[in-house]
């Protein structure tokens, strides 16, 4: 089971941090995904971590100023969300591929578990 939570509302240039929980102790076993969708808009991709640590990915339109990592119990997974903007404003989901994948970790076809969402609203 996973469950992304710490969303809520926050003004424009502020800082959020979300987070992914797993109740399985094999959490470190995975790569974690960050997407996103908006009021009337398709869901989209934020950013990636992959299941051994080596490797992050950002889109591109929150490059600079969101940050994946993980715990050292990896039991977690947090997005770190700095100088938002009310464009971030969506209802943020987290999501897992099969163990050990970390590729193509910007297709949400390559995920076969997803969280419940958390909303993230970002006032002007």
């Known amino acids: 089971q996973l469950q992304a939570c710490g969303g809520g509302l926050v003004q424009a240039g502020g800082s959020l941090r979300l987070s992914c929980v797993s109740s399985?102790?094999?959490?470190?076993?995975?790569?974690v995904g960050w997407f996103r969708q908006a009021p009337g808009k398709e869901r989209e991709f934020v950013a990636s971590?992959?299941?051994?640590?080596?490797?992050?990915d950002y889109a591109d339109s929150v490059v600079g100023r969101f940050t994946v990592s993980r715990d050292s119990g990896k039991t977690t997974v947090f997005l770190q969300m700095k100088m938002v903007t009310p464009e971030d404003t969506a209802v943020y989901y987290c999501?897992?591929?099969?163990?050990?994948?970390?590729?193509?970790?910007?297709?949400?076809?390559?995920?076969?578990?997803w969280g419940q969402g958390t909303q993230v609203t970002v006032s002007s």
């Open positions: 399985t102790r094999t959490f470190g076993r995975y790569s």
């Open positions: 971590l992959t299941w051994n640590g080596d490797s992050t």
């Open positions: 999501a897992v591929p099969p163990p050990y994948n970390e590729y193509d970790l910007r297709r949400e076809s390559r995920y076969i578990n």
